[in-house]
């Protein structure tokens, strides 16, 4: 059974960096698929953020793309995502995720709310 | 705004059939396939449907999905208390390059 399960810190300051990493078990990273991010502010919808195949090529949402930066660490099995110059509108529960061909999300974190702050 | 257009409610009776539509463009919906996910209170989404109107292992027959031109729709028959949650479809967009989301459909039943 793949599990995903994202970590790091809960709480991050105005223009600092957001980093958190997803943790994979029960499958290779490198194997196959796309890993990813999407995110869900309070009480709103799902924004994809994006992705990295496990060859390593990226795919970033086009409005995050200059801020964004997502890696994998094949030999600990996980993925991590930066974020950059954060401001209060990317307070949000991120959750961490396996994409297989045509984009399907078919694992997810359990997600972690992330809150913008000083 | 979300690039899918979802109604942001819907709702039925216990035994009900509902449907939920997502509407997108050229460069989404018709040209790539659409997803539907399920998202309980509190919890993470769930997959629900892939490639249009496939069901994943454990999805209960229930839940069907279907497209035509730039529209996609969710129904769920045989409506159940627990069906209650939000609904997204998503699919990726070859003019954005990116993977969209519609806005959510929050469904309640009654």
């Known amino acids: 059974q793949v599990q995903l399960q994202e970590s790091g810190p809960g709480l991050v300051e105005p223009s600092e960096t957001l980093s958190l990493t997803c943790a994979v078990s029960?499958?290779?990273?490198?194997?196959?698929?796309?890993w990813g991010w999407i995110r869900q502010p309070p009480g709103k919808g799902l924004e994809w953020i994006g992705s990295?195949?496990?060859?390593?090529?990226?795919y970033y949402n086009p409005s995050l793309k200059s801020r964004v930066s997502i890696s994998l660490d094949t030999s600990k099995n996980h993925f991590s995502l930066k974020l950059s110059s954060v401001t209060a509108a990317d307070t949000a529960v991120y959750y961490c995720?396996?994409?297989?061909?045509?984009?399907?999300?078919?694992?997810w974190g359990q997600g972690t709310l992330v809150t913008v702050s000083s | 705004q979300s690039v899918l257009t979802q109604p942001p409610s819907a709702s039925g009776t216990p035994g009900q059939r509902v449907t939920i539509s997502c509407s997108g463009s050229?460069?989404?919906?018709?040209?790539?396939?659409v997803c539907w996910y399920q998202q309980l209170p509190g919890t993470a989404p769930k997959f629900l449907i892939y490639?249009?109107?496939q069901r994943p292992s454990g999805v209960p027959d229930r839940f069907s999905g279907s497209k035509s031109g730039t529209s996609a729709s969710l129904a769920i028959s045989g409506l159940r208390s627990e069906d209650e949650a939000d609904y997204y479809c998503a699919a990726w967009d070859d003019s954005l390059s990116a993977l969209v989301f519609g806005g959510g459909t929050k469904l309640t039943v009654l």
């Open positions: 050229s460069s989404n919906i018709r040209s790539n396939y």
């Open positions: 029960g499958y290779s990273i490198s194997g196959g698929y796309y």
């Open positions: 490639r249009n109107s």
């Open positions: 990295v195949y496990h060859s390593g090529s990226t």
């Open positions: 995720a396996r994409l297989g061909t045509n984009w399907g999300v078919d694992y």
